[in-house]
């Protein structure tokens, strides 16, 4: 993509509304825009993070055998009212009534809808285990919306549902999903420490939130520093319950089990939370299956929850500097950009050109900022972006030297074109 085309309106100036880092990094990068209070507009960049963001959280349920779906934003209130939560849930919910004076409500989640679905096609015990998930914006009226994305009234989530047999197979599919939302972090380049939670207004009593590490976090946590050297693609869930983590509230140093030298005390974002309920909703929603034994039983359940549009600016808050954001390259709106310093410079452009088309046809992402303004101004750009390369042409391009710039480290090295694209070729092509 070049520059000039791109529709990327960023701000030199810091917002005056924008009060943590990364609501202020998503402004200044053109990433968002405010629509009303706490609603924002996913402006190209913003979409194109939001968007890898999601396929990475897709792919990691693929794999474990969860199959996706897409229920409704707006329910009907009466499921609501036959799990008892209707009246229970709070001013966060947003009832509404259509012209035919039925109440219906924002979902600010799913389990009595994906419940109702599964009520009217399971049957039998050969149907489950069962795992249904979807990726859909919802809607809570948070009374003080603040920090752009990190608390938003309406948000892009992933909602996970599960249906077993017996306790031991919810704990089991429960198990499965802690180690895949493990994985999906680690493949953002972000660390995400698993904490035993409370459950909340949903139920249940077998809970853990995930907390990005960065020091603009909500929350204190504390977790044994030894779970930083764990790899979540080979971990099994025993492994993890060697590991000391807790919240502040659940944290009492007097009982800790961790030696103060390994004790890592950090700022957290919560971007994840699961929860196993068991028969809360299939008891209450009538959901009944044929077991074995031919009795009929209530499937055991759970739920599963990452704040997408959340995990952006938690990726954000975590991997910034003074310039800008940095991001891991999973998560990244382009994989390489490229600068020209001079757009005048006829012979300059004509490298520059060469050089974007083969990226192009290697499927490389670039964006080249081909735009006429000062050098300086497309440096504090690009920094700002956080794209994780960078190619520059200055004067000794045309004589086949050309910068290579990492975004975070800051390294520069001037390089002959094969070592370029060695370069390229290592960090970017398959």
Known sequence: MKRSQYFLPTQKETPAEAQIISHQLMLRAGMIQQICHGIYAWL???????????KIIAEEQDRIGAQRILVPTLQPASLWQESGRYDDYGKEMLRIKDRHDRDLLYGP????????????????????????????????????????VMRGREFLMKDGYSFDLDYDGAVTTYQKIVLSYLRTFERMGVRAIPIRADSGAIGGNLSHEFHIVAETGESEIFYDKAYDNVSAQHI?????????SAADERHHPETCSVLPDRLVAARGIEVGHVFYFGKKYSQSMNL????????SFFPEMGSYGIGVSRLVAAIIEASHDQHGIIWP????????????TNQQDSALLQKAEEIYAFLVEKNVDVLWDDRE?????????????????????????????????????????????NELFNKVQQSMLP
């Open 288 to 295: 009944s299956l044929v077991g074995p034994d031919g009795q």
């Open 44 to 54: 190209p960049l913003g979409f194109k993070v939001l968007s890898k963001v999601e």
């Open 236 to 244: 099994e869930f025993s492994d993890l319950e060697k590991f000391y």
């Open 329 to 340: 390259e999973a998560a990244a709106p382009f994989s390489l950009g490229l600068i020209t």
């Open 109 to 148: 989640t799913a389990e009595e809808v994906v419940t109702s679905i599964a009520r009217q096609f399971l049957k039998s015990y050969k149907q489950i285990p069962l795992v249904l998930y979807q990726i859909s914006w919802k809607f809570r009226d948070e009374i003080r919306p603040r920090f752009g």
């Open 373 to 417: 303004v000062r050098a300086g101004t497309k440096f504090a750009d690009m920094d700002l972006i956080g794209i994780p390369y960078q190619i520059i042409l200055g004067d000794k391009a045309k004589n086949d030297s050309f910068e290579w710039k990492v975004r975070k480290s800051n390294e520069r090295q001037d390089l002959s074109w």
